[in-house]
């Protein structure tokens, strides 16, 4: 059993893996070897304290070789989700693997993409954020996929592969998906809709000629950098999308804490930072 | 009117100025030009992120370096006290300057240096911090200076230059005080006594053969790095010699917010980066 998994790369994340390292803790970082790419576009840091004017990459780069020098490894594994029960967490990934922790901390940032009306209402019931885990679900069916990134490009393939009928509404440029039962939509949706379960995606009008404005799916994937923390783990306080925490980054939910961006503004990399920080001194008390 | 002051010049008050600055706000940054001696005195720094495994000394030399090239420029000035007065601060200052401003952010760091029994109690009462301002009242009188670092020495050159006679209790290395009127004593005292007024300084034993373990004097000046916040602004809100914030950093005196060390632990640089940035947003949003 693990002392902590961090849900996240970014820089809280990794502020409180560093910590954790130096408080002697058992810990997984999940993320991804690129670690964020909302650091990595950024064009010029002001100030983040110690770095004068560096630009994205360049502070990415500093931490790479940081968390190499502490011999800190990202575990590149998406997480579908994180369970309590008992005194202890379940984290799941869409890898398909499952590892057990004692603590968590949520760093998994903030969607900086609108949800669609009906999103958060039909998740488990037709919406899903998982290609890994749901595909198989959906063989033979027709599902719309909106992909926020290019890095996700590859799940389109994995869903093309079980669905008959895939509308593809791409947020990014340079599409490169070419699959005969793929369609791609270039207008966004304005919700999704249906009874028990999704039935429909409405457009303000028809999106192309041979499109209608309500699409018929059977499901719609949302392919995203980042899960909202809610749908990560159930019970979670939120407002306004965002994780309610105490000062000490303690949740509602006992021996869940959270970090950065995703626990609200300002969403800026030094207030990140912090809380991973004092996450990792709370997950360290926490523990004795 | 300044938008803010500073206090302190440490990370917290570092990471507010730079935001502060990002935000287009006018701003004072009192401190001192090493910044903060704790910083400076620091070995190897393992977790602030982006930075790895520096020195304390490469992390002054890199926040000086910020600095200047953001033209951030430390006032030179020990902050004998704040007032909050009609929704504005007037800042006094031990070089007798006063300067004005909507709001006010303390980054004054912690006493590493337990406080003496009594200490707070006869503050203006025969206890002072400030040499500069309280020297001229104890011309010809007897005092006891407890000095608790090397930097301050200056400042029992000038009490000796008033007071008959001073008591001096170094608690550093290296004491290069050489007055007639100056005599020093190597143990710690326990006790700040008196009725009204300070009357005596208490030792467990006497602390040498001619001095006696009830030591009168009319005043004690304790001369330390940094002063303890509620004495620098009265009624603000503390709690076991911390600032009691929210978590946008505000304390129960509107337009006075707190950051760093001298909100409680854990006293890391991260999290006093963290506290900065979010104490010059709520700033920010405090002047709309």
Do not use: W
Not at 27 to 49: D, H, V, W
Not at 191 to 206: H, M, N, S
């Amino acid at each position: 059993m693990l002392d902590c998994v961090i849900v996240g790369s970014g820089v809280a994340g990794i502020s409180a893996a560093l910590t954790l390292q130096a408080n002697g803790k058992s810990f997984l970082l999940f993320g991804t070897p690129s670690l964020s790419e909302k650091i990595e576009k950024a064009e010029l840091i002001r100030n983040y304290p110690g770095l004068s004017q560096v630009s994205g990459k360049e502070f990415c780069a500093a931490l790479q070789k940081q968390l190499q020098d502490a011999k800190i490894e990202i575990k590149n594994e998406k997480v579908a989700g994180v369970y309590a029960l008992n005194d202890k967490f379940t984290l799941l990934t869409q890898e398909g693997n499952t590892y057990e922790s004692r603590t968590v901390i949520l760093a998994c940032g903030v969607e900086s993409i609108k949800q669609i009306e009906g999103e958060t209402e039909f998740v488990g019931r037709g919406v899903s954020y998982c290609a890994t885990c749901d595909g198989f679900l959906y063989k033979g069916k027709t599902i719309a996929v909106v992909c926020t990134t290019k890095r996700l490009e590859h799940e389109i393939e994995h869903l093309a592969s079980f669905a008959e009928k895939v509308y593809l509404i791409p947020m990014y440029k340079d599409v490169a998906v070419d699959y005969k039962n793929v369609t791609i939509i270039k207008k966004m949706p304005i919700k999704i809709d249906g009874q028990a379960r999704v039935e429909k995606l409405a457009f303000t009008a028809p999106p192309a000629p041979d499109i209608p404005a309500e699409l018929p799916v059977h499901g719609v994937f949302m392919l995203r950098d980042s899960v909202s923390p809610s749908v990560l783990m159930g019970g979670l306080e939120t407002k306004e999308g965002h994780v309610v925490i105490q000062r000490d980054t303690s949740t509602n939910i006992k021996g869940c804490f959270a970090a950065g961006d995703c626990t609200g503004r300002p969403y800026q990399y030094a207030k990140a930072v912090g809380e991973g920080n004092v996450a990792a001194h709370s997950v360290t008390l926490y523990l004795r």
